[in-house]
């Protein structure tokens, strides 16, 4: 029998298990250039214990299992690299519990930020944490996602309070709680936050809210180097200044999205920077923020607090991607996001864009100058074996600058398949713990196997 079979036997809904051609071909790829698997099958689970029992099954036959939210992962984590069961979450996705009182809310692993968002808002509360894309709260978890808003809130993982998981044996396994804090034994929470389905499939969460600042005003600002407008980014933060986001663009990721969007800025590089705070609190904050950026040269220097020129402003930033790949129809794109300690943020762009231009390879920079994490966006020809090495050669180096400089391969996006031999690189002499660990939870390697540990 087929792995499908076997599986409506389960789940007796042909609605929701399946091996079409085109279902198959919508769980065998995530947007990057990483090459397309199929699974042998797709299965929509809807509650807990069906997602137990897919993966008894799974574990007992010796059927990979990997875990599918929205499919936006940027290194390959949902890729079937081995085949087996592709097991789509995006059906378990209510939102449990909005907890006002504790600034907490449970959901299942299907929910996406946007629709936390939607739910929270209303009470004057927010999930603030924003990978750009309208992902799964599971997915982000597994991958310990971050983003725009870091400098301020942090990522995931200081958002998680408790999970619901399910092992590969299918037992199912609560850790955390919903106190705030806890010293009861080891965090495994933390844990399974960021082992990329391969420890684990996550089920349900309760993570922390915050309310939505009374005031919010963005400011925008050119600046005559990416030195300049990082020096402008570390002095926010070493004033103290309530920043939210804090976001760099260079000059050529600028250009971009003045031919993608229409706009007219300045091509230069470019501070994005969100406040929030009390209503009498944010103008001083303002007026500290663009007496920092003047002091470093800026110019074109705008602020808006009106919630729709606000979201503008955001969406610009968002769309800087598309605007890369605009430049280049039919090219693929490889996004590096090594971070470093702020204080070696400047150079380490620089050294980024020298090799850009030695590799010749177009590609912009963009950078949470907050918090030492920038992405090199740049394009090649999947099907030029010399672009495909040049893009590779560009993302080795990178990493061995980040880690010179005492950082790391990887600030958000995850190790999944193509970043594992940098993990190599990064924590070799850890990797036989991490392997023990692996071991304990999954002995039988079904999930998401070829993922975040190089091969014995």
Excluded at 55 to 61: D, H, V
Excluded at 231 to 245: E, F, H, I, N, S
Excluded at 285 to 295: G, I, P, R, S, V
Excluded at 329 to 349: C, I, R
Aim: with cysteine.
């Amino acid at each position: 029998m087929s792995v499908a079979t076997d599986l409506l036997q389960l789940i007796p809904d042909e609605r929701r298990v399946g091996d079409g051609e085109s279902l198959l071909d919508q769980h065998s790829a995530d947007l990057t250039y990483h090459a397309p698997r199929r699974p042998d099958a797709v299965v929509f689970p809807e509650t807990t214990e069906e997602v137990a029992a897919v993966l008894r099954y799974a574990n007992e036959a010796g059927v990979p299992v990997v875990p599918f939210g929205a499919g936006t992962s940027l290194e390959g984590h949902v890729i079937p690299v081995a085949g087996g069961i592709s097991l789509d979450l995006t059906r378990m996705n209510r939102i449990l519990e909005v907890s006002v009182p504790d600034l907490a809310a449970t959901v299942q692993a299907g929910v996406t930020r946007g629709q936390l968002k939607d739910a929270a808002g209303p009470h004057g509360l927010d999930f603030p944490v924003d990978p750009g894309a309208d992902a799964t709260l599971g997915g982000m978890a597994a991958t310990n996602a971050s983003g725009t808003t870091t400098v301020r809130y942090g990522g995931m993982r200081a958002h998680v309070l408790a999970l619901e998981v399910v092992l590969a044996d299918g037992r199912v396994i609560r850790t955390g709680s919903r106190a705030v804090k806890t010293s009861a034994g080891y965090n495994l929470t933390h844990l399974f936050v960021g082992s990329e389905g391969t420890l684990g499939v996550i089920t349900e969460l309760t993570l922390r809210l915050h309310p939505i600042p009374e005031s919010i005003v963005v400011a925008r600002a050119a600046f005559p180097s990416i030195e300049a407008a990082c020096r402008a980014a570390a002095a926010l933060v070493g004033a103290g200044v309530p920043v939210t986001r804090c976001e760099l663009l260079d000059s050529r990721t600028i250009a971009a999205l003045n031919a993608f969007k229409g706009t007219e800025f300045p091509e230069a590089p470019y501070l994005f920077v969100e406040l929030g705070g009390s209503a009498s609190g944010v103008p001083g904050d303002l007026a500290t923020t663009l007496e920092l950026l003047e002091e470093e040269g800026a110019t074109a220097i705008e602020a808006e607090s009106d919630p729709t020129e606000r979201a503008r402003i955001w969406e610009a930033r968002h769309q800087s991607l598309f605007a890369a790949l605009a430049l280049s129809p039919g090219s693929k794109h490889m996004s590096t996001d090594v971070a470093v300690p702020v204080s070696q943020l400047a150079a380490s762009m620089e050294h980024a864009r020298s090799l850009l231009g030695e590799l010749g390879l177009n590609g912009g920079i963009v950078g949470h100058a907050g918090d030492g994490n920038y992405h090199v966006a740049f394009l090649f020809d999947p099907d030029d074996a010399d672009s495909l090495a040049r893009a590779k050669a560009l993302n080795a180096a990178l990493v061995e600058d980040a880690l010179a400089r005492g950082g790391t391969s990887t600030g958000e996006h995850g190790v999944g398949i193509g970043k594992i031999e940098y993990l190599q690189r990064e924590h070799g002499d850890l990797i036989p713990l991490m392997r023990g660990i692996k071991g304990v939870l999954d002995p039988n390697g079904i999930l998401n196997p070829g993922k975040v540990l190089p091969p014995l």
